[in-house]
């Protein structure tokens, strides 16, 4: 695009151009709108901004006293009901600490560990009701014989190596397949 030469004198021509298009724009709008029957609009009339409004400097010092006035009865009205209180108050004497004797605290504890013998009593028959195994063996002890029993060894895949690829265990070979049941003998 070649560079153009913009001078004073073709920029006024393009206003004026420019301004002719947009007043003969709003002529026809104004037609056509005259046609659909609406009335032509005139520009409202603009409101005077709402002047803020002061108060003097008096009147805001007779709110000010009249706030103080109803907050110092509000408080008279405080103290009044907490001295009306306080004789009442002041004549009870605070409750001294309970203390537990200690054949109270003996008796306590013998009753609890009763509680707890006998909850342990009962769910070692239970446990042995169900697994029929020794009910006394505590949960520590039985998770340590789970983990050492050949059920753990027996979920473990044995671990191949290069040299072995092809090659079949002695237990695969010993048990035979439910197709192979000819191979097997």
Same mark, same amino acid.
């Given at each position: 695009?070649?560079?153009?030469?913009?001078?004073?004198?073709?920029?006024?021509? %393009?206003?004026? #151009?420019? &301004?002719?298009?947009?007043?003969?724009? $709003?002529? *026809?709008?104004?037609?056509?709108?005259?046609?659909?029957? %609406?009335?032509?609009?005139?520009?409202?009339?603009?409101?005077?901004?709402?002047?803020?409004?002061?108060?003097?400097?008096? #009147?805001?010092?007779?709110? @000010?006293? $009249?706030? *103080?006035?109803?907050?110092?009865?509000?408080?008279?009205?405080?103290?009044?009901?907490?001295?009306?209180?306080?004789? %009442?108050?002041?004549?009870?004497?605070?409750?001294?600490?309970?203390?537990?004797?200690?054949? #109270?605290?003996?008796?306590?504890?013998? =009753?609890?560990?009763?509680?707890?013998?006998?909850?342990?009593?009962?769910?070692?028959?239970? =446990?042995?009701?169900?697994?029929?195994?020794?009910?006394?063996?505590?949960? @520590? @002890?039985?998770?340590? @014989?789970?983990?050492? #029993?050949?059920?753990?060894?027996?979920?473990?895949?044995?671990?191949?190596?290069?040299? &072995?690829?092809?090659?079949?265990?002695?237990?695969? %070979?010993?048990?035979?397949?439910?197709?192979?049941? $000819?191979?097997?003998?």
């Amino acid at each position: 695009m070649p560079e153009q030469n913009l001078t004073p004198e073709i920029l006024t021509a %393009a206003l004026q #151009g420019l &301004e002719a298009q947009k007043a003969r724009l $709003g002529a *026809q709008i104004a037609e056509v709108k005259r046609m659909m029957g %609406a009335r032509p609009q005139e520009p409202a009339p603009v409101a005077a901004p709402k002047l803020k409004r002061k108060m003097s400097a008096a #009147g805001r010092r007779r709110m @000010a006293e $009249g706030q *103080q006035r109803r907050w110092a009865a509000h408080r008279q009205k405080a103290e009044a009901a907490s001295k009306a209180k306080e004789p %009442a108050a002041a004549t009870q004497t605070p409750r001294p600490k309970r203390k537990m004797s200690a054949a #109270g605290r003996k008796n306590i504890v013998e =009753a609890t560990r009763k509680r707890w013998a006998e909850f342990h009593r009962q769910r070692a028959e239970a =446990a042995a009701k169900s697994a029929g195994k020794p009910a006394l063996m505590k949960k @520590a @002890a039985q998770k340590k @014989a789970a983990a050492k #029993g050949p059920a753990k060894a027996a979920k473990k895949p044995a671990k191949k190596t290069a040299a &072995e690829g092809p090659k079949m265990t002695a237990v695969k %070979a010993a048990t035979p397949l439910a197709g192979d049941e $000819g191979a097997a003998e």
